[in-house]
Every structure is written in structure tokens, then in C-alpha cells.
């Protein structure tokens, strides 16, 4: 299981998230993004020590501060059973042609345009002069002008 799936599971949840700093926050998980910062409400500051106490209605902690965090101990499950549930919900709106370059049709996936191995085209498929010597345009493979 990811964390972040985790913590995503655990909005609404009591925390309690310890900073490198020694400092730590109890309180509910409000919301989480992918760098795991994170949202908490009704939250009771301690100080490094322990002596000192600071009770917040909110805060917001940066997650590269985060040394560790205390979930409760029910949430695993909960996590199990939301993942779950999402694959079910995957593999129900499934649908399509179900080829691997997906379900594109005859032409492959995006960017392969008309020519052969890439370039500009032309009756080659390749790129620069069409007979090799010179710039002239005629298609007698010479690469003589008469």
C-alpha cells in the first residue's frame, strides 16, 4: 500500500504527525497532495520538549518536514477495502477496442503521420535529395541535368 493512498483514505481521521524539528501536531487530516503537505484542523501543538502546548483551529505542514506520522490503527483496513473497491470500478468502465496502443486503429498511436521512418516524405519516405548528387530535381537517378 502507498502512503499517499493511505493518507488520502485517512481525510477526517485523527493524526499525529512528528516534524524533523521535534515539534508535533495532533489532529483531523483535512486534505494531502502528492508531496504530502498536509491540512490539519483542531490541532494541539507540542513543542520539542514537551513542555509547552498551543491549540490551533488549523495548520497547514509542509511534507518534507514530516519525520513520521501515527495513523490509527482501523485505517489499513479502510485502505484495503477503497482499493478495492477502485479496481472494481477500473475494470468495470474498461471498454474500447483494447489494443495495446490504445485503441487507435490501423495507424498506430499518435504521431506517426504518412511517411516511412520519419522525415519530411516524399517517394522515398526518407529525407534529403532523391537521387544523391546534386539538386536537381528529376527522377531519372542520373544526377545529371542535360
Known amino acids: 500500500m502507498l502512503p499517499l493512498t493511505l493518507l488520502n483514505v485517512a481525510a477526517g481521521s485523527p493524526l499525529l504527525v512528528e516534524l524533523k524539528g521535534g515539534d508535533t501536531y495532533n489532529g483531523r487530516l483535512v486534505s494531502c497532495d502528492s508531496w504530502m503537505n498536509m491540512n490539519l484542523r ?10 509547552r502546548f498551543w ?4 495548520c497547514y505542514i509542509r511534507g518534507s518536514a514530516i519525520k513520521y506520522l501515527r495513523l ?4 489499513l483496513e479502510k485502505a484495503k ?10 475494470q468495470q ?5 483494447g489494443n495495446r496502443d ?4 490501423r495507424g498506430g498511436g ?10 519530411r516524405g516524399g517517394r522515398s519516405g526518407g529525407r534529403g535529395r532523391s537521387s544523391g548528387r546534386g539538386n536537381n530535381n528529376n527522377q531519372s537517378g542520373s544526377g545529371r541535368s542535360s
Open 42 to 51: 483542531e490541532v494541539v501543538c507540542t513543542s520539542k520538549d514537551g513542555d
Open 55 to 58: 491549540k490551533l483551529p488549523s
Open 72 to 75: 490509527p490503527p482501523d485505517l
Open 81 to 90: 477495502v477503497a482499493s478495492q473497491q477502485q479496481q472494481q470500478q477500473q
Open 93 to 97: 468502465f474498461r471498454g474500447g477496442r
Open 102 to 105: 490504445g485503441g487507435r486503429g
Open 110 to 119: 499518435r504521431g506517426r503521420g504518412r511517411g516511412g521512418r520519419g522525415g
